[in-house]
């Protein structure tokens, strides 16, 4: 079954740090690009970052309101995709996802890029305040 | 940068046929492919539509996909609405490389 999981939310106080962890499993992890999105109470889906796969020399992007202060990195190795956030602030609390770069699949090669997210973990709580 | 604006809800009744809307404010709606999103209350969000108009598997072809050129917006059709389509509903496009999403358009079936 292909599956994310999320972990490391919690309570943490504005200024403080945190390090989320996003466990995969049932699919080939080294050959998708993944993404993390969050989800403020009661507020639309937030696009977080996105780190590219092996092929794509792991390259890594940031929204404008996490650069510098959030760093995405994955463990092909251990199927592990996370998210550490520094300087956090009370609009960083959130849920956050992690979820699954889709391949574009032709001609029996797949692509990763701009295609969407096709899985996602049930995401972890944020909570920045004092 | 650009955006993608989407009605803030609509309702419609059991059987009926519903479309969201998603239109892109700066570059053609043609230039990255358009996803749709579901989210229930509580729930993580699930893709009901990718690539413009394609389906994954296990989706129903009650839901559907399109563009449309000319007025710049993507669109997503529910027909034979069920009690269970109740849900958030997002469309998400790319900034060159960056996803963007919709705003999001809360859907009531009453």
């Known amino acids: 079954e292909v599956q994310l999981v999320e972990s490391g939310g919690g309570l943490v106080q504005p200024g403080g740090s945190l390090r989320l962890s996003c466990a995969a499993s049932?699919?080939?992890?080294?050959?998708?690009?993944m993404d993390w999105v969050r989800q403020a109470p009661g507020k639309g889906l937030e696009w977080v970052g996105r780190?590219?796969?092996?092929?794509?020399?792991?390259?890594?992007e940031y929204a404008a309101s996490v650069k510098g202060r959030f760093t995405i990195s994955r463990d092909d190795s251990k199927t592990s995709l996370y998210l550490q956030m520094n300087s956090l602030k009370s609009e960083d609390s959130a849920v956050y996802f992690c979820?699954?770069?889709?391949?574009?699949?032709?001609?029996?090669?797949?692509?990763?890029?701009?295609?969407?997210?096709?899985?996602w973990g049930l995401g972890t709580t944020v909570t920045v305040s004092s | 940068n650009f955006m993608l604006t989407q009605p803030h809800s609509v309702s419609e009744s059991p059987g009926k046929t519903v479309t969201i809307s998603c239109t892109r404010s700066?570059?053609?709606?043609?230039?990255?492919?358009v996803q749709w999103y579901q989210q229930r209350p509580g729930s993580a969000p699930t893709t009901v539509i990718y690539?413009?108009?394609?389906?994954p598997s296990g989706v129903p072809d009650r839901f559907s996909g399109s563009i449309d050129s000319s007025s710049n917006s993507a669109s997503l059709t529910i027909s034979g609405l069920k009690t269970e389509d109740e849900a958030d509903y997002y469309c998400?496009?790319?900034?060159?490389?960056?996803?963007?999403f919709g705003g999001g358009t809360q859907l009531t079936v009453l």
């Open positions: 979820a699954r770069g889709k391949l574009h699949c032709s001609s029996g090669k797949c692509y990763s890029g701009y295609y969407g997210m096709d899985v």
């Open positions: 049932g699919f080939t992890f080294s050959d998708h690009d």
């Open positions: 780190i590219r796969n092996k092929a794509n020399s792991y390259t890594t």
């Open positions: 700066g570059g053609g709606i043609g230039g990255y492919y």
């Open positions: 690539e413009d108009n394609q389906r």
């Open positions: 998400q496009s790319y900034d060159s490389t960056n996803p963007v």
